[in-house]
Protein backbone atom coordinates (compact mmCIF):
# COMPACT_ATOMS: atom_id res chain seq x y z
CA UNK A 1 0.00 0.00 0.00
CA UNK A 2 2.90 2.34 0.93
CA UNK A 3 4.34 1.86 -2.61
CA UNK A 4 1.35 3.14 -4.05
CA UNK A 5 0.98 5.94 -2.19
CA UNK A 6 4.41 7.21 -2.58
CA UNK A 7 3.82 6.01 -6.29
CA UNK A 8 1.17 8.37 -6.26
CA UNK A 9 2.49 11.03 -4.62
CA UNK A 10 4.99 11.19 -7.36
CA UNK A 11 2.58 11.36 -10.05
CA UNK A 12 1.12 14.42 -8.29
CA UNK A 13 4.62 16.13 -8.07
CA UNK A 14 5.12 15.67 -12.19
CA UNK A 15 1.69 16.56 -12.40
CA UNK A 16 2.10 19.88 -10.42
CA UNK A 17 5.16 20.67 -11.89
CA UNK A 18 3.49 20.31 -15.70
CA UNK A 19 0.67 22.43 -14.60
CA UNK A 20 -1.85 19.86 -14.69
CA UNK A 21 -3.82 20.54 -11.78
CA UNK A 22 -6.76 18.75 -12.05
CA UNK A 23 -4.55 15.68 -12.16
CA UNK A 24 -2.30 16.69 -9.73
CA UNK A 25 -5.12 16.88 -7.04
CA UNK A 26 -6.66 13.44 -8.18
CA UNK A 27 -3.32 11.56 -7.61
CA UNK A 28 -2.72 14.05 -4.43
CA UNK A 29 -6.27 12.35 -3.08
CA UNK A 30 -5.34 8.40 -4.33
CA UNK A 31 -2.19 8.71 -2.65
CA UNK A 32 -3.64 10.13 0.40
CA UNK A 33 -6.16 7.89 0.42
CA UNK A 34 -4.23 4.82 0.38
CA UNK A 35 -1.29 6.14 3.09
CA UNK A 36 -4.07 6.21 5.86
CA UNK A 37 -5.19 2.66 4.55
CA UNK A 38 -1.78 1.49 4.95
CA UNK A 39 -1.29 2.85 7.86
CA UNK A 40 -4.52 1.23 9.09
CA UNK A 41 -3.62 -1.78 8.10
CA UNK A 42 -0.41 -1.57 9.81
CA UNK A 43 -1.85 -1.29 13.22
CA UNK A 44 -4.03 -3.87 12.48
CA UNK A 45 -1.95 -6.32 11.74
CA UNK A 46 0.47 -5.13 14.87
CA UNK A 47 -2.08 -5.92 17.18
CA UNK A 48 -3.49 -8.78 15.38
CA UNK A 49 0.19 -10.48 15.59
CA UNK A 50 0.50 -10.14 19.11
CA UNK A 51 -1.74 -12.60 20.65
CA UNK A 52 -0.51 -15.13 22.52
CA UNK A 53 -0.98 -18.40 21.02
CA UNK A 54 -2.99 -20.84 22.91
Do not use: E
Amino acid sequence: MMSWAIAFLVIALIAAVLGFSGIAGAAANIAWILFVVGLILAVVFFFAGRRPKV
